[in-house]
């Protein structure tokens, strides 16, 4: 034995001691690894288990390097449980190894339920194969446990370094994937020092009574290569180390990469949130130009209704609101409204705006021209300066936009104004040559569309409600003939009844009461009967003096509107037995005759409805006259009805009488009231306006 192998083995303390510290050195570098956070490469998640083989392995060997030290410095001999604790640490280093190998050849990473029941079936296999030896050779305790290690190494050691060269040499093509082939080399390296050490270290084992342990141990290692074979395995495991700690460095790239791509991701996403913003803000921009374009139109769709419903004569509206119009539209100054003619039927300038005779006839002319076409072909026109006259529909955006298209600039736009498929006139817009402009754009011709709408309608309606005003006044001139006519036909009425039937009536009354008289005086027999067609007489007499007073009362036109009110509450209350209180408030005057018709009138009907229908115990009458308007008010404290239904109700039916009062007050300019539910009473209210200068004293 030379020299270095005898120093070698004198001092094996410190061989086992380099021997520990190189793979626990190597388990807590990788242990280290572990933590630097996850990855991509299933090795990350095996690696935990090739940590554990390094820190249980070098823990066995730290253990065998302190058996030996007490038994030099002592002469302490290790108790069997030691050495028992020793092996299965062994056995637990080749387990991890295993394990290592196990999950990343793994497709996936196996369940621990999986892994834990191989792991337990190799060790019932180690302890059986121990089992099995004692059986057959029953060796000592020291044999059998020196056998046991020697069985750990064959059975386990061997199997679990050729699976984990297996592994890694798979591993480094994942490297190669990802673009790191230089880390792929270490792990071939790592792998090749992996294969030496399972196949030399491991079968190389201290030299028992099993094969081939007798063949090849190491003796016969030291013999041949002058080391011990623990200096072998260290020698080869700082090798292992070496080269996966260089190819552990993947990580470190992989994670850099990580973080690139975190930059970049994130650049991306601050690039596109601020292009995001940008659209935003793009957009927002947009949609205020919109939204202040829109208000722009709206407010002067509103100035230019407010202008048109003003309560001025149709031309003046027209030229006011085209004025408004033409300060929105962009660089014009001139503008026209036509209207076709109720008469002639053809359209006619009515309103226009920025013509003179400074800037000659022919603008007008062409402008009124282009309008006129426009009305007939109800369509709209625009003339360029080159003469050409383009035809579009003004509702129709792709039409417009290949009039905005033409090159040569505009100096007549028409617009024709259309209400219910029906074309009422035009509204036109002119340049003068020397300031022709290009096409309008979009929103100009949305504003100028829609301000053709607006003057359309409101054109229309002063249309329909000038026909409705006269139709209206027409009816009111029409209701007061009729309720003159009535009037004064009662009157001829009462005033031939009076003249003629009257007088008829009290000459027979006078010439019964004197044959009476002639009858009595000779004795006659007929008196009773001549005496009954006296009284009969009498009394028809009295019901045509009532007749003439109902259809017009005398005391009406002779003594006024009180003194007639009161009369009548006399007749009344004696007809029907009601009570009826007169109050009179105000100023003591006489009232124009037609006031005092129609006040008397309504106080007729309104007396007539409560004996008819009120089932009233007494009602009252107040008149106020005051300086501006005249009140009239009739309640009674009866039954009621229901205003609403009543005033439905067709005119042939009782609610005649409630719309004769209306129609009557409406034509003074007045108007009437009901007040009334079941079985609260009813109260009527007239209310008529003063006309100054009216009244007579």
């Given amino acids: 034995m030379n020299p270095i192998s005898q120093y ?74 030691e050495h028992i604790g020793r092996v299965g640490l062994l056995a637990l280093s080749f387990l991890s190894l295993m394990a290592f190998g196990i999950t990343l050849l793994s497709p996936r990473r196996p369940e621990w ?55 890694l040499m798979r591993q480094q093509r994942s490297f190669r994937e990802q673009n790191l082939p230089r880390f792929g080399r270490f792990l071939v390296w790592a792998a090749s020092a992996m294969l030496v050490y399972g196949l030399m270290g491991q079968l190389t084992v201290p030299a028992t009574a099993l094969f081939p342990s ?22 080869v495991m700082v090798v292992f180390a070496y080269s996966l700690l260089r190819a552990l460095d993947a990580f470190e790239v992989e994670q850099e990469r990580r973080l690139e791509e975190a930059r970049r991701a994130k650049v991306m996403a601050q690039q596109a949130q601020i292009e995001a913003e940008r659209r935003n803000r793009l ?11 829109t208000t722009r139109e709206l407010m002067l769709m509103l100035d230019l209704a407010n202008t048109l419903v003003s309560p001025r004569p149709l031309e003046e509206r ?57 009305v007939k072909a109800g369509m709209a026109l625009c003339q360029r300066l080159d003469g050409v006259v383009l035809v579009f529909h003004p509702a129709d955006e792709d039409e417009r936009r290949r009039c905005e298209s033409y090159p040569s600039p505009m100096i007549v736009l028409s617009v024709p104004l259309i209400v219910q498929d029906k074309t009422i006139g035009s509204l036109v817009f002119a340049w003068p040559p020397e300031q022709a402009r290009a096409p309008l754009s979009m929103d100009e011709f949305r504003l100028v569309f829609a301000a053709t709408q607006q003057f359309g309608l409101s054109i229309e309606h002063a249309r329909l409600a000038k026909e409705a005003l006269d139709r209206e ?69 009295g019901e045509l003096r009532q007749i003439i007073a109902d259809l017009r009362p005398s005391r009406l036109d002779d003594l006024g509107l009180v003194p007639a009110i009161r009369w009548y509450l006399d007749g ?29 009138r309504i106080v007729q009907e309104a007396l007539i409805n409560i004996a008819k229908h009120a089932n009233a115990t007494q009602a009252s009458v107040t008149l106020t006259i005051g300086p501006t308007s005249v009140r009239l008010e009739v309640a009674d404290n ?34 009437v009231t009901f007040d009334s539910a079941p079985d609260q009473g009813t109260r009527i209210t007239a209310t008529i306006p003063l006309i100054q200068g009216e009244e007579s004293s």
């Fill in 8 to 81: 070698l083995i004198d001092h094996m303390v410190a061989v086992y001691f380099l021997y520990g510290l190189t793979f626990f050195g190597m388990g807590l570098m990788v242990a280290t690894t572990c933590r630097r956070g996850a990855s991509e490469f299933r090795f990350a998640g095996a690696i935990r288990f090739l940590s554990l083989f390094g820190l249980s392995h070098g823990a066995h060997e730290w253990a065998v390097m302190f058996q030996m030290l007490a038994e030099q410095t002592t002469g302490r001999v290790a108790p069997i449980a």
């Fill in 283 to 293: 957009e927002m921009e947009q949609l205020n130009a919109e939204l202040r374009l």
């Fill in 638 to 671: 009866g039954r009621g009805f229901d205003v609403r239904s009543t005033l439905r109700r067709d005119r042939d039916q009782a609610g005649w009488g409630l719309l004769g009062m209306q129609e009557r007050v409406a034509l003074l300019g007045g108007d």
């Fill in 113 to 167: 339920r999986r892994l834990l029941t191989l792991l337990a079936t190799l060790t019932a296999v180690w302890l059986l194969s121990i089992a099995g030896v004692r059986a057959m050779l029953a060796p000592s305790a020291a044999d059998l446990l020196e056998m046991a290690d020697v069985l750990a190494r064959y059975s386990l050691g061997a199997p679990a370094a050729l699976l984990a060269t297996w592994a």
């Fill in 572 to 600: 009344y209350q004696e007809r029907y037995g009601i009570p009826v209180r007169l109050e009179t408030q105000g100023r003591d005057i006489r009232l124009p005759s037609r006031y005092e018709i129609v006040l008397f």
């Fill in 318 to 374: 027209l030229k006011a609101a085209l004025e408004e119009l033409i300060d929105n539209v962009p660089r014009c100054d001139n503008g026209m409204v036509l209207l076709v003619s109720p008469d002639s039927g053809e359209p006619e300038p009515v309103a226009a705006v920025g013509f003179s005779k400074d800037k000659g006839d022919w603008l007008f002319s062409e402008a009124r021209q282009l309008g006129v076409r426009s």
């Fill in 473 to 541: 006044k027409l009816l009111a001139q029409l209701l007061h003939q009729v309720v003159e006519a009535q009037e004064n036909e009662r009157k001829r009425i009462a005033r031939e009844l009076h003249d003629a039937t009257g007088q008829s009536l009290t000459a027979l009354s006078l010439g019964l009461r004197g044959v009476e008289k002639f009858l009595e005086r000779e004795g006659s027999t007929a008196v009773p009967q001549v005496h009954e067609m006296c009284v009969l007489s009498s009394q028809a007499l």
């Fill in 214 to 235: 007798r063949i090849w141990n190491e003796g016969h290692f030291l013999a041949w290569f002058g080391v011990p074979v623990q200096l072998f395995r260290a020698l």
